[in-house]
């Protein structure tokens, strides 16, 4: 098993930064597929930026250019720096993880198999 802590969530105002955190613990998790999703409230939740197990980064087009995804060495700490926020990026955030995946990382719900609790980030102008 694999577990998943999401920090650094909070309110912030409209073109403000916020870096949230992922904290994994359990098994070891070898080629993971590592990704943020995000739930507004009434919306599905969605993909957003994924890291595959080659170092590989790939962005929603609503965040490109405005969020980075990395990893600590061992993979031990996902991030997400989220720049230039505005309103509509008021929602829940889920860090995600996937071991062993040498299949695509795609941005989909159902490649992954752990999740974390979830961060809310509101963004208020």
């Known amino acids: 098993q694999v577990q998943l802590v999401e920090s650094g969530g909070g309110s912030v105002q409209t073109g403000g930064s916020l870096k949230l955190s992922c904290a994994r613990s359990g098994n070891t998790c070898s080629h993971s597929c590592m990704g943020w999703f995000r739930q507004a409230p009434g919306k599905e939740r969605e993909g957003i930026a994924v890291?595959?197990?080659?170092?590989?980064?790939n962005y929603q087009d609503s965040v490109k250019g405005r969020f980075i995804i990395s990893a600590d060495n061992n993979r031990n700490t996902l991030y997400l720096q989220m720049n230039s926020l505005k309103s509509e990026d008021t929602a829940m955030y889920y860090c995600a993880a996937r071991c062993n995946l040498w299949a695509p990382c795609l941005m989909v719900n159902s490649v992954f198999r752990y999740w974390g609790q979830g961060a809310q980030v509101i963004v208020s102008s």
């Open positions: 890291l595959d197990g080659d170092g590989n980064q």
